[in-house]
């Protein structure tokens, strides 16, 4: 049977992006994962397994820059053995060794998915929280060379930005096992942990069991906003703070603290807090707090109200210069900047 174009096997055009490629491959991936058919006819097995070898090699290819070049110019019958495991060529294409789990271990951290899934399922409990997992087997029938180490484990664990910024241990059970996670200070969203000898252990006797992925996960603070190693504070000031000066409270990690706020504050402007943010990547130092300030125009006014302030209106004085326009400007000027 003809072999399929690779575009056409991740479902993209020519001149897709890596990030197009990437994420065709997971979704697909993930589809056509042949755990995923284990209940289904002999028939629907054998095709989920060669979508899922297909969807692999296709992926190889286009996600790699030298061999995508050589399959765009030449197609499968590039010079020097090709591509696609013809005869058990090697160049830019497969030998007999070729392993589609071996993508999609490295692709989804070895743990079948980023909500595990594979095979027969076990349990997590982690401060409360239930997680479920693949038991894993490192590979299946029919897809070349078995693994002597067990499959990883992969879990989620969430961290509030309190503890983000002191660092902290969690404690938890693994089957029975208590173990200690210590999550050092300035994790972020994403970031992956390792716990070597954790995972699964292997199908195989004298095998090496798997490891244990931690993934961190932030709870969203419902006053701060996270920006790398800085903290976001959206400060609604009140007009005639804003106009007059005044002090104003804002929270920081370790508690609230009082700003003074000079008079004539405009909207968009930002104050900083030094070393009030969380701890940096490399360890030396500390973010800041920036308050991004919001001035607060009342939406109804009472008559008493209303009176004052159009007694102002014709000031000279309330009215932005075009000076005043281009200062006020520039302070916003990032939001409306493309990247």
Same mark, same amino acid.
């Given at each position: 049977?003809?072999?399929?174009?690779?575009?056409?096997?991740?479902?993209?055009?020519?001149?897709?992006?890596?990030?197009?490629?990437?994420?065709? &491959?997971?979704?697909?991936?993930?589809?056509?994962?042949?755990?995923?058919?284990?209940?289904?006819?002999?028939?629907?097995?054998?095709?989920?397994? %060669?979508?899922?070898?297909?969807?692999?090699?296709?992926?190889?290819?286009?996600?790699?820059? =030298?061999?995508? +070049?050589?399959?765009?110019?030449?197609?499968?019958?590039?010079?020097?053995?090709?591509?696609?495991?013809?005869?058990?060529?090697? &160049?830019?294409?497969?030998? +007999?060794?070729?392993?589609?789990?071996?993508?999609?271990?490295?692709?989804?951290?070895?743990?079948?998915?980023? *909500?595990?899934?594979?095979?027969?399922?076990?349990?997590?409990?982690? /401060?409360?929280?239930?997680?479920?997992?693949?038991?894993?087997?490192?590979?299946?029938?029919?897809?070349?060379?078995?693994?002597?180490?067990?499959?990883? *484990?992969?879990?989620?664990?969430?961290?509030?930005?309190?503890?983000?910024?002191?660092?902290?241990?969690?404690?938890?059970?693994?089957?029975? %096992?208590?173990? +200690?996670? !210590?999550?050092?200070?300035?994790?972020?969203?994403?970031?992956?942990?390792?716990?070597?000898?954790?995972?699964?252990?292997?199908?195989?006797?004298?095998?090496?069991?798997?490891?244990?992925?931690?993934?961190?996960?932030?709870?969203?603070?419902? %006053?701060?906003?996270?920006?790398?190693?800085?903290?976001?504070?959206?400060?609604?000031?009140?007009?005639?703070?804003? +106009?007059?000066?005044?002090?104003?409270?804002?929270?920081?990690?370790?508690?609230?603290? $009082? @700003?003074?706020?000079?008079?004539?504050? =405009?909207?968009?402007?930002?104050? *900083?807090?030094?070393?009030?943010?969380?701890?940096?990547? /490399?360890?030396?130092?500390?973010? /800041? @707090?920036?308050?991004?300030?919001?001035?607060?125009? !009342?939406?109804? @006014?009472?008559?008493?109200? $209303?009176?004052?302030?159009?007694?102002?209106?014709?000031?000279?004085?309330?009215?932005?210069?075009?000076?005043?326009?281009?200062?006020?400007?520039?302070?916003?000027?990032? @939001?409306?900047? *493309?990247?």
């Amino acid at each position: 049977m003809a072999k399929r174009d690779y575009y056409e096997v991740l479902g993209l055009k020519k001149g897709a992006s890596l990030d197009e490629i990437k994420k065709a &491959y997971r979704k697909l991936a993930v589809k056509w994962h042949p755990d995923k058919w284990q209940q289904a006819s002999e028939a629907e097995k054998k095709k989920a397994e %060669e979508n899922f070898k297909e969807l692999a090699e296709a992926y190889d290819v286009l996600s790699d820059d =030298q061999k995508r +070049a050589r399959y765009d110019q030449f197609g499968f019958n590039a010079p020097g053995g090709g591509f696609g495991g013809n005869g058990g060529a090697s &160049y830019g294409g497969f030998s +007999a060794d070729f392993d589609p789990m071996d993508i999609f271990n490295s692709f989804f951290g070895g743990a079948g998915g980023r *909500r595990g899934g594979r095979g027969n399922f076990g349990g997590f409990s982690f /401060d409360g929280a239930t997680f479920n997992f693949g038991s894993g087997n490192g590979g299946f029938g029919g897809f070349g060379r078995q693994r002597m180490k067990g499959a990883d *484990r992969r879990i989620t664990l969430k961290v509030t930005l309190q503890e983000v910024a002191t660092g902290v241990t969690k404690k938890g059970k693994i089957q029975g %096992e208590e173990i +200690a996670i !210590p999550l050092p200070a300035g994790v972020s969203e994403g970031q992956v942990f390792t716990i070597p000898g954790k995972g699964n252990p292997s199908p195989y006797a004298g095998g090496e069991p798997g490891d244990l992925l931690i993934n961190i996960e932030e709870i969203p603070d419902k %006053e701060l906003l996270r920006d790398h190693e800085d903290l976001v504070y959206n400060l609604a000031l009140p007009f005639c703070t804003a +106009a007059l000066g005044g002090t104003a409270e804002v929270p920081t990690l370790t508690g609230r603290v $009082r @700003l003074t706020v000079k008079p004539g504050t =405009q909207s968009g402007s930002m104050l *900083r807090l030094k070393g009030q943010g969380l701890p940096k990547a /490399d360890g030396y130092g500390k973010g /800041d @707090l920036i308050v991004n300030v919001l001035v607060y125009v !009342p939406e109804t @006014l009472t008559d008493a109200e $209303r009176k004052t302030i159009e007694s102002l209106r014709s000031s000279a004085n309330m009215q932005p210069t075009e000076e005043r326009r281009q200062s006020m400007f520039s302070r916003i000027r990032h @939001l409306f900047e *493309r990247k």
